[in-house]
């Protein structure tokens, strides 16, 4: 995974070799010149000179989904879409599930969003709209310590990706369960992963690092295109 992310880390440099080879500019490239220096990237050769309209960011609480999707909205220009602000009502009362695929439709309805969070029940419906999935899929310990961390740095107030009345708070069965997301919750995002093999353009970032040099490689996919 971390050879593959060096590969699109280093797109930008590829891609001046490219136009070198081809000398011609941007607008002219074609795919087929292209792979042969992009052969140990294992993507789809259409998506990899393309923008993302859609994207899906799937992870334990705590794995980095928020922050991710500002840096990616940053970079690509597409709304974000919280989980967290559909799942929950002020008072941290919880919508029904049928409120949720309701306002998960809705949301999706129009092209170029960054939708962060899980809701399994809601997957085929985002999937079916998505070309793109990110899996932060990182150690439970890094995972249990950065929902500490914010929790002291945002406590009793709400954080931004949150919603409206939702002070933030931090209890024993709350780092319980991401303590045990892996056995309990992890297998239906590995599922997922698995099953989109030939319908959506995945990467699974496992680390900081990994994060660090997927955000670095879509930078210069923009670029690109």
């Given at each position: 995974m971390?050879?593959?992310?060096?590969?699109?880390?280093s797109?930008?440099?590829r891609?001046r070799q490219?136009?070198?080879?081809?000398?011609?500019?941007?607008?002219s490239?074609?795919?087929l010149?292209i792979?042969p220096y992009?052969n140990?990237v294992?993507?789809n050769?259409?998506?990899?000179?393309s923008?993302?309209r859609n994207?899906?960011?799937?992870?334990?609480?705590?794995?980095?989904k928020?922050?991710?999707?500002?840096k990616?909205?940053?970079i690509?220009?597409?709304r974000i879409?919280?989980m967290?602000?559909?799942?929950?009502q002020p008072?941290?009362?919880m919508?029904?599930?049928?409120?949720?695929?309701?306002?998960?439709?809705s949301?999706i309805?129009?092209?170029?969003?960054?939708?962060?969070?899980?809701?399994s029940?809601?997957?085929p419906q985002?999937?079916?709209?998505?070309?793109m999935?990110?899996?932060?899929?990182l150690?439970r310990?890094?995972?249990i310590?950065?929902?500490?961390?914010?929790s002291?740095k945002?406590h009793?107030?709400?954080r931004p990706?949150?919603?409206?009345?939702?002070?933030e708070?931090?209890?024993w069965?709350?780092?319980?369960w991401?303590?045990?997301?892996n056995?309990v919750?992890?297998?239906?995002?590995?599922k997922?992963?698995h099953e989109?093999?030939?319908?959506l353009?995945?990467t699974?970032?496992?680390?900081a690092?990994?994060?660090d040099?997927?955000?670095?490689s879509?930078g210069a996919r923009?670029?690109?295109?």
């Amino acid at each position: 995974m971390l050879v593959k992310l060096t590969q699109e880390a280093s797109f930008r440099c590829r891609i001046r070799q490219i136009r070198q080879h081809l000398n011609s500019d941007k607008n002219s490239l074609d795919i087929l010149s292209i792979k042969p220096y992009l052969n140990n990237v294992r993507l789809n050769w259409t998506l990899i000179m393309s923008k993302p309209r859609n994207i899906l960011i799937v992870g334990s609480s705590g794995s980095g989904k928020s922050t991710l999707s500002k840096k990616l909205s940053q970079i690509l220009g597409l709304r974000i879409i919280n989980m967290d602000h559909i799942y929950w009502q002020p008072g941290w009362i919880m919508r029904s599930q049928e409120e949720i695929t309701t306002l998960v439709l809705s949301e999706i309805e129009h092209d170029g969003w960054i939708f962060e969070g899980n809701n399994s029940i809601t997957f085929p419906q985002r999937v079916a709209k998505a070309d793109m999935l990110l899996w932060l899929d990182l150690p439970r310990e890094t995972c249990i310590w950065r929902v500490i961390k914010r929790s002291l740095k945002h406590h009793g107030k709400t954080r931004p990706d949150m919603p409206k009345g939702c002070p933030e708070r931090l209890n024993w069965s709350f780092l319980k369960w991401i303590w045990n997301y892996n056995k309990v919750c992890r297998p239906a995002l590995e599922k997922l992963y698995h099953e989109t093999q030939d319908q959506l353009e995945r990467t699974h970032l496992k680390s900081a690092k990994d994060v660090d040099l997927f955000i670095e490689s879509m930078g210069a996919r923009l670029e690109a295109v």
